[in-house]
């Protein structure tokens, strides 16, 4: 991977080339090397190494960018004659987006070096041997087990320099019973020894185990209590139709005129904090402007939200840090934090009289981004819960759920928490209990399974 | 270039493998966004490099680096990772066999779009965003333009070698206006970024951007004002701008052979159709004719060959409502003793292909719009997709739509609803058609972001439909208490 001294030898060598006018060169570096496995044994195995460095140029409420991942000479010539024959055509924007000038430079460049030594390509495979061979002789597993280790640098003509490398593992894994039942676990880190893999395998099949002989549960409202992997999924596309002042300007959120107001239970608060040692934290972002906490839902109430430069501006208001090189998003947080209740997850199903258990959900979309109105179904591990305790396995359910009613009826949140994949980056997150969350359909209709 | 992959083809089998592909991949793009008469985005990216995948003792390893200097220590990492993956193998991967092809394929086009001025494309966005403000009070306009440029070269120990180049194009317009606590959207031609198929600027000049927006705007404005969509069950007709999506994910995912083996059970999921299903499932009415046909013109799924070297072909999925064949690749069509039928197919130089679908389209049938309609006492007419969901075997699907008419005695009434959403059953939804429009109102439509795979891959495939009709379907959820 690119060391900070090369990323910016790279920056001060295409900064040369459009000398005369203001410009920011930002370079996302990215390496991966990915192991992934169905009907458990390896069934892909790859490696990528690659890079995107973007040049933008600026004059006055004009902008051009370009970005190529070649570094030759010749290659970066024709990319700068491009991108300033573009800004001389380009018809001026709404605003002038000044250049980032401080702090002169943000610097992140320790990773932790155990995550190679236990996550190279060989370790990963006997990783996953091990942990296939504890499956029982009906069960199958598939997953992915990943060493991703990234860049984003960046430099411009107000001499300020930004580099950060994040490195980090993740793995899942579906574990299937030949009934096709199947449970899931999956889990990530930025430390080396951080990531029982062993234990991930034994959870999902755990969870497998605990719901075969699935029932058929009628579509309606009912009680859930949402593992920090659902929970995660809500919060990702919470956060993308509603949490920017981006998505507020464009009408999309359903925060827009509700700032100030309380739009959720009083047991709610989410943060996007990327000093929360729980997240990946990269303290810049995308146009070099240094991350801020922003507190984006404070005990129910909409607070901030967050912003790039572009969105700031129309609002009046300083960046938060929060682009992600995307103009049509804005800002979008990529360190989101829940804050923890003061229960287990046991003793928040112990205190269930009926209600339903999710580990996950499944290809989430949005119907109404202005009511939080989402859909999507359960999977890999969806249970029946009566009297306290977990009953049986349920057949995967569709829920159409608007969360601007949803998180007003959270009646508990799991004092333990999790990392979950975000859209971005991670958020950090409890499991939730909620009332009347609605359920409108259901997967299987006959006894042919549809 | 031919000359360096082939020397490290030859390194490769020196060093053992029963099988080894190169290919190099430089894409160009190009995409301009407007908003509210205003530049929003003009980027060009640019992505070559290369990627060698070998089978080395029926295991696969695959490397892919942007340095073109680098190919032995790249086929050296492929190789290493080979070896890592045979230690977590049950059977050898078998590759299925097909024929040795030099060739070139070039996408037929007419003006290269990479020679069009950009002041060009930005007037006609610009022009097409001013009739939409002229036409009606709007929260917001937009206007989008993509262009793609692929140059694709492949070559395997077999001794195949093909050169590809790939051009796309597409564009579209945008109006948003609010409602009460409501924001509502058209699109034109289709949602998500307009329209985009395998051709040269020529696709722009047929959309008659400027010509279709003052409509586009005056619907948007009077849907912020419209009714909630009821819920019921009602007969439907679903307009070709939605079942690109119904047919994308109903037909075209389940369908992959690779997900119906389990590779994508982790992730993308796996799929209710099976092996056992091939000739005698009854996957829709008798109505129902599918292909994949990556052969068809401009389509966005279009190509000469897939990226293991197959040549493109048109393979019938559902004939008269039964199932036929799957989408597969070398490695899934041997399980089945068959032949790939061309669609591998990777994104970049970075990733393996894997199975992708082409273009699954849908085939006309005999009705004219009015006819599809003479027949419905009371339903609606849904339009252009807003969001899709389907779960993890492709069974339960839910779709938004934009718009809904109300069809009343056979006709449109002119009434319109906002937010409309139906949900269904697979099988028992495709068996409800019972009416499909004939070949002059069929259109093929381009979806530039299916995903798939890990790491994530998204390809650019294509669907064409004509109106049709289906009996019964649930539409909206709020009488689900």
């Not at chain 1, 499944?362 to 981004?369: G, L, R, V």
């Not at chain 2, 007419?110 to 036409?135: H, N, R, Y």
Request: net charge negative; aromatic share 8%.
């Amino acid at each position: 991977m690119l060391s900070k001294e090369q990323a910016y030898e790279v920056i001060d060598r295409v900064l040369a080339k459009v000398k005369g006018y203001q410009a920011l060169i930002l370079i996302n570096a990215e390496e991966t090397g990915l192991t992934r496995f169905a009907n458990s044994e390896i069934h892909q195995n790859v490696f990528k190494d690659d890079l995107e460095l973007e040049i933008q140029i600026k004059r006055e409420k004009k902008t051009a960018r370009i970005s190529t991942n070649q570094l030759d000479e010749d290659s970066l010539k024709v990319a700068v004659n491009q991108v300033i024959a573009n800004l001389e055509i380009i018809p001026a924007g709404e605003i002038e987006l000044p250049l980032v000038d401080y702090p002169t430079e943000i610097a992140v460049e320790e990773v932790d070096p155990g995550l190679e030594q236990n996550f190279a390509v060989e370790k990963r495979a006997e990783l996953i041997k091990q942990g296939l061979s504890q499956l029982g002789p009906d069960y199958q597993a598939a997953g992915s087990l990943a060493l991703n280790k990234k860049v984003l640098a960046l430099g411009n003509t107000n001499g300020i320099k930004r580099y950060a490398r994040g490195d980090t593992v993740s793995f899942n894994t579906v574990v299937m019973h030949q009934s096709g039942v199947s449970g899931y676990a999956e889990s990530l880190s930025d430390q080396g020894d951080d990531l029982d893999l062993l234990a991930q395998f034994e959870l999902a099949d755990r969870k497998a185990r605990t719901g075969l002989e699935p029932v058929n549960l009628e579509p309606g409202a009912y009680t859930v209590i949402l593992e920090p992997l659902a929970v995660g999924d809500l919060l990702s596309y919470l956060a993308y139709t509603g949490f920017s002042g981006r998505s507020v300007q464009k009408g999309m959120s359903f925060l827009a005129g509700k700032i100030g107001e309380k739009v959720f239970g009083e047991n709610i608060t989410i943060t996007d904090n990327h000093l929360d040692q729980n997240t990946i934290s990269i303290p810049f972002d995308f146009e070099g402007a240094a991350r801020k906490k922003v507190r984006i839902i404070e005990r129910g109430r909409a607070k901030e939200l967050v912003y790039d430069l572009a969105s700031s501006i129309r609002d009046q208001v300083i960046t938060t840090g929060h682009s992600v090189g995307n103009r049509d998003l804005g800002g979008f947080p990529i360190n989101l934090v829940m804050d923890s209740g003061d229960k287990s997850r046991n003793d928040l199903i112990a205190g269930t009289e009926r209600g339903i258990l999710v580990t996950r959900f499944h290809y989430m979309n949005i119907i109404d981004p202005r009511q939080a109105l989402f859909t999507g179904l359960t999977r890999d591990g969806t249970y029946l819960i009566e009297q306290g305790t977990i009953k049986t396995g349920i057949k995967n359910l569709r829920f159409t759920e608007s969360m601007l009613q949803a998180f007003n009826r959270v009646t508990g949140i799991s004092k333990e928490r999790q990392k979950v994949p975000h859209f971005y980056g991670y958020s950090y997150v409890p499991a939730l209990k909620i009332d009347d969350f609605h359920f409108t359909g259901r997967t299987e209709e006959n006894k042919e399974g549809f | 270039m031919r000359e360096k992959f082939e020397k490290v083809l030859d390194y490769l089998q020196g060093q053992g493998v029963d099988y080894a592909d190169v290919r190099y991949v430089d894409r160009n793009t190009e995409s301009i966004t407007t908003e509210d008469l205003k530049l929003q985005e003009l980027q060009n990216m640019r992505s070559e490099g290369v990627g060698i995948r070998v089978y080395l003792d029926g295991s696969m390893g695959f490397a892919g680096s942007r340095d073109l200097n680098k190919l032995k220590e790249t086929a050296d990492q492929a190789l290493a990772i080979a070896r890592a993956s045979k230690s977590v193998q049950k059977k050898r991967v078998r590759l299925a066999q097909k024929e040795v092809i030099v060739d070139h394929y070039q996408t037929p086009f007419k003006i290269d779009p990479f020679q069009v001025s950009t002041k060009e494309k930005l007037d006609l966005l610009m022009a097409a965003e001013g009739e939409m403000k002229g036409a009606a009070q709007l929260h917001q306009t937009k206007g989008f333009m993509d262009f793609q440029k692929e140059k694709k070269v492949f070559a395997d120990t077999e001794g195949s070698y093909i050169v590809q180049d790939l051009i796309e194009a597409g564009g579209g317009i945008e109006a948003r206006a609010l409602g009460n606590n409501d924001l509502q959207v058209r699109s034109f031609p289709i949602s998500f970024r307009g329209n985009r198929v395998t051709s040269g600027y020529e696709i722009i000049e047929e959309l008659d951007l400027v010509e279709n927006a003052a409509k586009t705007a005056r619907e948007t404005s009077e849907l912020a004002r419209a009714e909630e969509c009821p819920s019921g069950k009602y007969d439907l007709v679903l307009d070709s701008t939605q079942l690109v999506l119904q047919i994308h994910e109903s037909i075209g995912h389940p369908i992959e052979l690779d997900r119906v083996f389990g590779a994508e059970a982790a992730y993308a999921g796996t799929s209710f159709v099976n092996i056992d299903m091939i000739d005698h499932f009854q996957y829709g009415s008798k109505l129902v004719n599918v292909v994949a046909d990556a052969t068809v013109p401009g389509g966005l799924g279009t190509f000469g060959y897939d990226d293991e070297g197959v040549p493109a072909t048109r393979t019938e999925i559902i004939t008269g409502g039964v199932f036929k064949n799957f989408l597969t690749s070398r490695d899934t069509a041997s399980q089945l003793n068959q032949k790939s039928n061309g669609t591998s197919r990777a994104d970049g130089w970075h990733n393996i292909p894997i199975v992708r679908m082409t273009n699954i389209n849908l085939l006309p049938g005999n009705l004219e719009f009015e006819e599809l309609l003479a027949d419905i006492d009371y339903g609606l007419y849904f339009l252009t997709n807003k969001s899709w969901s389907i779960d993890d075997r492709r069974v339960n699907f839910q779709f938004g739509c934009e718009i809904a008419y109300e069809i009343k005695n056979g006709k449109l009434t002119g009434k319109i609803y906002k937010n409309p959403v139906y949900t269904g059953i697979t099988p028992q939804f495709w068996n409800s058609c019972d009416g499909i429009c004939n070949e002059d109102y069929w259109r093929l439509y381009g979806v530039p972001n299916c995903g798939k795979g890990q790491p994530g891959q998204s390809a650019h495939v294509g669907h064409g439909a004509a109106p049709a009709r289906f009996r019964k379907v649930k539409v909206g959820v709020k009488d689900v208490k």
